[in-house]
Nanobody, 125 residues
Framework: VQLQASGGGLVQAGGSLRLSCAAS????????TGWFRQASGKEREFVAA????????LFGDSVKGRFTISRDNAKNTVYLQMNSLKPEDTAVYYC???????????????????WGKGTLVTVSS
């Protein structure tokens, strides 16, 4: 499985961005897809995840109410809509996926099986 993240860029505080994560390869093996982010000098943290059937979603506390996650299985793509962006949202955002079952493990870096290269999001104040 290969994951390709895109959509990062520079935005002013209060603005919006939509990230995309396109999956290729044995995508039928994937159960959950999510996003993590890593700010300079900090550990990678969980942002959001969605199950393959669109039934389950999870969000990190810092983005609840501002970010939404969705998927288009016909395109093998997961989207992260980021609204009301804050300077503290500045980070490299990584797309990740798991072939395992749904659960809190998906919020852990070690719970994901596949990773894409990151896309940089910069929020200016």
């Amino acid at each position: 499985v290969q994951l390709q993240a895109s959509g990062g860029g520079l935005v002013q505080a209060g603005g919006s961005l939509r990230l995309s994560c396109a999956a290729s390869g044995r995508t039928y093996t994937l159960y959950g897809t999510g996003w993590f982010r890593q700010a300079s000098g900090k550990e990678r943290e969980f942002v959001a995840a969605i199950s393959w059937n669109d039934v389950n979603t999870l969000f990190g506390d810092s983005v609840k109410g501002r970010f939404t996650i969705s998927r288009d299985n016909a395109k093998n793509t997961v989207y992260l809509q980021m609204n009301s962006l804050k300077p503290e949202d500045t980070a490299v955002y990584y797309c990740a996926a798991t072939a395992g079952s749904w659960g809190n493990r998906i919020t852990k870096v070690g719970g994901m099986d596949y990773w894409g290269k990151g896309t940089l999001v910069t929020v200016s104040s």
